[in-house]
């Protein structure tokens, strides 16, 4: 057997080597993974939510009027220099900033910014955000001034319309379908914009000598080889074949900090928004409060934590809000009742007060003398919320709950979320820059659809009137003190109805070899995210990357 | 002759009818699955897209609420004139060019892999079956079925992490290196080589067994045949009757066998493809089926029926070269 190897295999390898450098990598590129595929196709299109683009095509190429910093929370100015709101926040003036080009040497102006707008408005499947229902016009009053006039008045808007990619004029006006359009060769005004070479395994991205920001990017090309696996992605970043990437990667620490603590690098960033356990409000037991309530304190989240989230995350705060989203804690917060603390014994009141009571030590039933029973549904194959609901299983027993994990595929899954076919699942919840958009889907009411019918969004399915006046009042203004106590207020109802159950903190997953390159943020140097799937914020990582 | 025509199209017309139930079943079953596109991919985005854009994404899709039956008469419609729809998982692209992209490194990888676990298995398996009491024989089929019992998933991911990662011998993934531009040069086809030989070895190495253990047992069957015996009686040089008497006779179920496993190779190189990040039909299978992309799927699994009938037919033709009787 020896013998065959080394009159066989070795002389095979050593062809091959030579044949091909492995060892010699390409070090004037950066090396990114952000999607799982297996061959590329060349999509650079940034407007249709349903074309599937390459990274980084909406935040890289193409730009936005501002970039939301989700460390910071603050939004920076960046094809746009200035916004006002006027007439009762019926009118918002955005500032152009000046002297910024496109790739192909034309100038930018206003009237990129109002052609890409009322794109929108011509072909609805490109108004992701509805925004055409508040939107009345939108023109550009001179080079540098855009004018958007609101039909109604709806502050919140503001982030759909700064965070617009803004798409060139001159490009976009000649095709016959821009829903079709794939955009082979993208003109755009972000810091990466030339192909330099595209086949089905791997292709670069170039930079734009003509980007505004002078002297960025300091990396001088992208390369993107396809990963199709989380294992396959990890091996690159411990072999040095890859060097920013966005992957869960169990048991980091001991896989692949140790492996080289000097260059290998992971951030798992708090995005400031948590896991839920949804419960359906609309079934007949836990549409009490007071059993929400019981099941979360019966829940152990330290031990969730451990063994479902490898410990990278920590419990769930009682708003859910925490990280940078910590700072809209209303200041009454800790008068509040705390019910994401782990509380046996508040739990087995809140249950015993409800009619639930014991049978045998071990189980409860309701009036009529059936078991209290409940299945959790999670996604098969997202083996972290799996392990999670299994302790949460295991946990509720403890208080004479039975609970059963049932996993579905996806597809399945989320059919039966939108329909209300389900009693209880771990699931993310909705979030934004501010926590507007996370209460508005936990409690708004005009949100909530019967059982059977498909609800895109609050598929728990609770909605009470005076979180609706709340919202309401929340997207008449732009006073930020009067923004701050409404959302103070949308806490303490949050508090009181418990809509539903949050977990852990939700995390981005982010690593970095930086053995070639350097300047990758981190949690002592947080000037950017260093998840490559934060959009577009990234960006600010992209720039300060430098080589070695 | 004549009668071996009348064969090959009484055999194509079956073909023909198992094609178009294939197809029929290929529409119904997609659209048995829970679950719609649209919302799916909205699903997708995570609370990034308002809700109130999920209209504009079916508009976008082409999907519609038009009867089934418009829909299928369009479907069958779209089959004869190549146009396979537009891809929702890889939206904008035409799903017959994504298919394209993906099948030939499947047929390249799988098929040649298939192709040479064939031969010499077969080849294994007729030598060990003429010596049945060698050495070869004793240790060669109960060490092939030892591995061939292996989880493949398993046995693939050590060889990566052993032969890939650890020796750095072979690439850990893709089907060509990062630095060739493919085309037809001498670098390109020597990385794809290259790229090819870790997987490939795998799927042989799996296969392998199968092959040698079925060629063994018919081949030790026929040898007990009284022609073989009369052939040996009559002096015929034993090369001669190992090959053209007794294993031309024993490889005809092992042909039958290739066949079925075509349809296989197709779909199953899936675990291959996913370990070593190798572009093809099983890998974006799975995407099609996690993304709901009824297009795509179906593009694919059309793709699958049609070549697995379309093999099954030249063996058919092949068996009748092989076994006379066929011809009778």
């Known amino acids: ?548 | 002759m004549n009668k071996s025509i009348l064969y090959i199209s009484r055999r194509f017309g079956f073909y023909l009818i198992a094609a178009f139930a294939a197809l029929t079943l290929n529409f119904i079953i997609p659209r048995l699955m829970p679950g719609d596109p649209a919302s799916i991919i909205f699903a997708r985005f995570k609370g990034k897209l308002k809700p109130e854009a999920i209209d504009a994404m079916r508009e976008s899709f082409g999907l519609t609420n038009d009867p089934i039956i418009t829909q299928y008469a369009s479907y069958l419609k779209g089959i004869l004139q190549g146009d396979l729809g537009i891809s929702i998982a890889y939206f904008p692209e035409p799903v017959s060019e994504i298919i394209g992209g993906g099948l030939i490194w499947t047929i390249f990888l799988a098929g040649s892999s298939m192709v040479i676990a064939f031969l010499i298995g077969t080849t294994l398996g007729v030598i060990i079956a003429w010596n049945r009491t060698g050495k070869l024989d004793t240790i060669l089929p109960p060490a092939l079925a030892f591995f061939g019992a292996f989880p493949y998933f398993w046995l693939a991911m050590v060889v990566l992490y052993i032969f890939g990662f650890s020796m750095n011998w072979f690439p850990i993934g893709r089907a060509f290196g990062n630095e060739v531009n493919p085309g037809l040069n001498t670098p390109y086809l020597l990385s794809v080589l290259y790229h090819a030989f870790l997987p490939a070895l795998t799927l042989v190495f799996v296969s392998l067994g199968g092959w040698m253990l079925s060629m063994r047992n018919t081949m030790i069957s026929t040898l007990g045949s009284d022609y073989i015996t009369f052939a040996n009686a009559k002096g015929i040089p034993s090369r001669l009757i190992m090959l053209r008497y007794a294993a031309r006779n024993a490889i005809l179920p092992n042909l039958t066998g290739f066949g079925m496993a075509l349809g296989f190779m197709l779909s199953g190189a899936l675990l291959t493809e996913m370990i070593f990040s190798y572009p093809g039909q099983g890998f974006l299978l799975l995407q099609a089926v996690q993304s709901q992309d009824y297009p795509l799927m179906q593009g694919i699994f059309m793709t699958i029926t049609l070549a697995v009938l379309g093999a099954n037919w030249l063996v058919d033709i092949a068996i009748l070269f092989f076994d006379p009787r066929t011809r009778r």
């Open chain 1, 1 to 548: 057997m020896k013998k065959i190897i080394s009159i066989f295999f070795i002389p095979l390898v050593y062809f091959f080597a030579s044949c091909e450098n492995k060892t010699n990598r390409d070090q004037e590129g950066l090396i990114v993974y952000q999607e799982n595929q297996i061959s590329w196709t060349r999509n650079f299109e940034p407007l249709n939510p349903v074309s599937i683009c390459r990274w980084p095509t909406r935040g890289g190429i193409y730009e936005p009027l501002y970039i939301y910093n989700p460390i910071s929370t603050e939004w920076v100015p960046w094809l746009a220099t200035n916004y006002e709101w006027k007439n009762d926040n019926r009118k918002l003036l955005f500032s152009i900033r000046t002297g910024v080009k496109w790739s192909d040497g034309r100038e930018f102006s206003a009237y990129d910014v109002a052609y890409t707008l009322n794109l929108w408005k011509q072909f609805p499947a490109l108004d992701t955000r509805n925004a055409w229902d508040y939107l009345q016009n939108v023109v550009a009053i001179s080079d540098t001034l855009v004018e958007v006039d609101f039909k109604r008045v709806y502050v919140p808007g503001f982030e759909a319309i700064a965070g617009a990619y803004i798409v060139p004029k001159h490009i976009w006006s000649k095709l016959d379908d821009p829903l079709k359009f794939d955009n082979p060769d993208p003109v755009g005004t972000g810091p990466y914009t030339e192909v330099l070479r595209f086949n089905s395994q791997v292709w670069e991205l170039g930079k734009n000598h003509n980007y505004w920001q002078k002297g960025k990017p300091h990396v001088e090309k992208l390369i993107f080889p396809t990963f199709s696996t989380n294992e396959q992605t990890t091996l690159a970043l411990l072999s040095g074949n890859l060097d920013w990437a966005g992957a869960f990667i169990p048991a980091i620490q001991r896989i692949f900090v140790d492996k080289n603590p000097e260059h290998h690098h992971y951030w798992f960033r708090n995005t400031g928004y948590s896991t839920f356990l949804h419960t359906n409000t609309k079934d007949p037991i836990l549409q009490d409060t007071n059993v929400r309530k019981a099941i979360s304190y019966a829940i152990n989240r330290e031990q969730v934590v451990k063994v479902g989230m490898y410990n990278y995350t920590s419990p769930a705060h009682v708003t859910s809000l925490a990280g940078p989203m910590a700072k809209w804690h209303s200041p009454k917060i800790n008068e509040k009742e705390n019910w994401t603390a782990f509380n046996l014994e508040k739990a087995n009141e809140l249950l015993d007060d409800a009619g639930y009571k014991w049978k045998n030590k071990n189980e409860r039933i309701d009036s009529n003398g059936s078991p209290l029973k409940f299945n959790i549904i999670v996604v098969s194959g997202w083996s972290d919320w799996v392990r999670s609901a299994q302790v949460i299983s295991q946990n509720l027993k403890k208080v004479g709950i039975q609970a059963t994990v049932r996993t579905y595929d996806f597809g399945a899954w989320i059919a039966r979320m939108q329909q209300g076919n389900f009693q209880m699942a771990v699931g993310w919840a909705d979030k934004g820059a501010t926590p507007y958009n996370f209460f508005k889907s936990m409690m708004f009411s005009e949100y909530v659809k019967p059982l059977g019918e498909t609800a895109d969004i609050n598929w728990h399915r609770f909605g009470i009137k005076e979180a609706d006046f709340l919202i309401k009042e929340f997207e008449q203004t732009s006073d930020e003190n009067k923004i701050k106590n409404i959302i103070y207020k949308l806490q303490h109802l949050f508090i009181e109805h418990a809509p539903g159950i949050p977990l852990f903190a939700e995390l981005s997953w982010a690593e970095c070899n930086s053995k070639y390159f350097t300047n990758f943020p981190s949690a002592e140097n947080p000037y950017g995210p260093l998840s490559v799937n934060e959009q577009p914020s990234f960006i600010f990582t992209l720039l300060n990357i430098k080589k070695r």
